[in-house]
């Protein structure tokens, strides 16, 4: 039904930026949540950010307030993650999710995951 991929992951020194991509295919017409988690190895997958589509609400974990910021291109279905002034508690594989319904932070919350992209983040 929905096909969720994402790309942009890396690795970088810390105080370094990356900027993630979610490319939507399928039925997206109705995704109102999208939103980025993380998952570090050892440790459960945890909330970065989230969208509401189409009013562009969004919402951050306290760890990535301003340092990250999630936005969109509504004319391709992409939502992105920039991420800034990276730190090695950073390094996680990150994951695109969606859901059909206004949703928050959840994991539980979300029907649909991407494959997910590494970002390895070096002192």
């Known amino acids: 039904q929905v096909q969720l991929v994402e790309s942009g992951g890396g690795s970088v020194q810390a105080g370094g930026s990356l900027r993630l991509s979610c490319a939507a295919s399928g039925r997206t017409y109705n995704l109102y949540t999208r939103a980025w988690f993380r998952q570090a190895p050892g440790k459960e997958r945890e909330f970065v950010a989230r969208?509401?589509?189409?009013?562009?609400?969004?919402a951050y974990a306290d760890s990535a307030k301003g340092r990250f910021t999630i936005s969109r291109n509504a004319a391709n279905n992409m939502v992105y993650l920039q991420m800034n002034s990276l730190e090695p508690e950073d390094t996680a594989v990150y994951y695109c999710a969606a859901v059909s319904r206004y949703r928050g932070r959840g994991v539980g919350d979300y029907d649909y995951w991407g494959q997910g992209t590494q970002v390895t983040v070096s002192s």
């Open positions: 969208m509401y589509w189409p009013a562009v609400n969004t």
